[in-house]
C-alpha cells in the first residue's frame, strides 16, 4: 500500500507541475506538488533521511537541468515574473523525484547498470511527455537533445540510487507511517 500511496503522490505531484506550466499556472502548479510532498515527508518513517534525499536531489537536478538548458537541450516554460534561472516547479519536481527513490523505486539499490538502463528511458520520456503538454519545448531537432537526457539520466539515476542508501539508515523500502501493508 505505502508504495502505491508513494507512486500517486509522485505522479499527482508531476501533472500539477507539468499540467500548471504548459497551462499558465507554474506557481499555482508548483505549490500543489510542493504540497504533496510535505504529505510525503509527513508520512515518512524517516523524515531526515527524506530531507537530506531531497535536498541532494534538488541540489544535482538543478545542475544538470540549468546546464541543459543554458546549452539549448530543452527550454523550460515559466512565469515572466519569476526571478530564477528556472521556474518554481522544476525545484518540485526534483524534490517529488526524490520521494521514489527511498520507496517505489528501493529495488533498484544495489542495481546500478539496471537504475543507468532505465533512467536513459525514462528521464528523457518524462521530459519529452512534459513537452507535449507544453510545459517544455524542444529544439526542431528532437534526437541529439534525447541523447543528451538519456546520457545524463544515465549518470543521474545510479547516482542519486547510491545517495538513497547511503541516507537511510533502515530497511528498505521504506514504510510510511500510520500505513499497514
Not at 10 to 19: E, K, M, N, P
Not at 85 to 103: E, M, N, S
Not at 113 to 127: E, F, R, T, V
Request: hydrophobic share 55%.
Amino acid at each position: 500500500m505505502t508504495t502505491l500511496i508513494n507512486i500517486v503522490l509522485y505522479q499527482s505531484g508531476w501533472f500539477f507541475c507539468v499540467l500548471g506550466a504548459a497551462w499558465g499556472y507554474p506557481i499555482s502548479g508548483g505549490l500543489a506538488a510542493l504540497a504533496l510532498t510535505c504529505l510525503h515527508v509527513a508520512l515518512a518513517s524517516d523524515r531526515t533521511a527524506e530531507l537530506k534525499l531531497m535536498l541532494a536531489t534538488c541540489m544535482i537536478g538543478i545542475t544538470v537541468d540549468t546546464t541543459q538548458q543554458a546549452f539549448g537541450v530543452f527550454t523550460f516554460r515559466t512565469d515572466p515574473s519569476w526571478p530564477l534561472w528556472l521556474p518554481i516547479w522544476v525545484f518540485v519536481i526534483w524534490a517529488q523525484f526524490a520521494t521514489l527513490l527511498h520507496y517505489a523505486l528501493a529495488w533498484l539499490q544495489g542495481r546500478y547498470l539496471l537504475a543507468a538502463l532505465l533512467g536513459s528511458i525514462g528521464g528523457p520520456l518524462a521530459y519529452y511527455g512534459g513537452s507535449r503538454f507544453g510545459a517544455a519545448t524542444f529544439p526542431p531537432d528532437l534526437l541529439p537533445s534525447l541523447l543528451i537526457l538519456a546520457g545524463s539520466w544515465a549518470i543521474v539515476t545510479p547516482l542519486l540510487m547510491f545517495l538513497a542508501r547511503r541516507f537511510s539508515p533502515q530497511p528498505l523500502p521504506a514504510r510510511y507511517r500510520f500505513i499497514t501493508n
